[in-house]
T-cell receptor, first 111, second 115 residues
Framework: RKEVEQDPGPFNVPEGATVAFNCTYS??????FFWYRQDCRKEPKLLMS???SGNEDGRFTAQLNRASQYISLLIRDSKLSDSATYLC????????????FGTGTRLKVLA | DAGVTQSPTHLIKTRGQQVTLRCSPK?????VSWYQQALGQGPQFIFQ???????QRGNFPDRFSGHQFPNYSSELNVNALLLGDSALYLC??????????????FGPGTRLTVT
């Protein structure tokens, strides 16, 4: 089983739609969780940290479910500019520093 | 506020050659991590440097080595290049010892092609 798994997509949605991605992780002791956005042939950019209490930033909402070992990202009112690959990131237990990335979920928002 | 910078942006090398990639961290950051991203995959952790030492290493062979300088900038060296080393190499920086020590900021990457 992969350490971090994501549905690669693509998710094709119309403008204005709501779309949600999930990401599962295998190590129950994982410490920190993030969503990054990566545009084609560009670097990953931090979108959101994911906290146990969940967090929201404008149209984006991230949630963590430790019991089921998954994190989610919800995008409301999708814009054309939201088209990108969304990478789920997990850090191992405390004392280690590497990021473990999923393979990414590709989103295409259609006009 | 200067972000993470990397050089060169693109590089073409031949099998068996050696390559050095460079990274300057975001202003105020002291920790540098390197990642390899193959096409269609998520980035894979190579190693992390802190206080001029390799603090942690991923599953990469010894052909991959690095260095961190007193000004926190870093180099990634790859010896005896293989075709499979063709990838986007990403550098990320962070600030150790803070509440956000796990937030990493990425540079634009160096795209390495091995022929």
């Amino acid at each position: 089983r992969k350490e971090v798994e994501q549905d690669p997509g693509p998710f094709n949605v119309p403008e204005g739609a709501t779309v949600a991605f999930n990401c599962t992780y295998s190590n129950s002791a994982s410490q920190s969780f993030f969503w990054y956005r990566q545009d084609c042939r560009k670097e990953p950019k931090l979108l959101m940290s994911v906290y146990s209490s969940g967090n929201e930033d404008g149209r984006f909402t991230a949630q963590l479910n430790r019991a089921s070992q998954y994190i989610s990202l919800l995008i409301r009112d999708s814009k054309l500019s939201d088209s990108a690959t969304y990478l789920c990131v997990v850090t191992p237990p405390s004392g280690t520093y590497k990021y473990i990335f999923g393979t990414g979920t590709r989103l295409k928002v259609l006009a | 506020d200067a972000g993470v910078t990397q050089s060169p942006t693109h590089l073409i090398k031949t099998r068996g050659q050696q390559v050095t990639l460079r990274c300057s961290p975001k202003s105020g950051h002291d920790t540098v991590s390197w990642y390899q991203q193959a096409l269609g995959q998520g980035p894979q952790f190579i190693f992390q440097y802190y206080e001029e030492e390799e603090r942690q290493r991923g599953n990469f062979p010894d052909r991959f080595s690095g260095h961190q300088f007193p000004n926190y900038s870093s180099e990634l060296n790859v010896n005896a290049l293989l075709l499979g080393d063709s990838a986007l190499y990403l550098c990320a920086s962070s600030l150790d010892g803070t509440a956000k020590a796990y937030e990493q900021y990425f540079g634009p990457g160096t795209r390495l092609t091995v022929t």
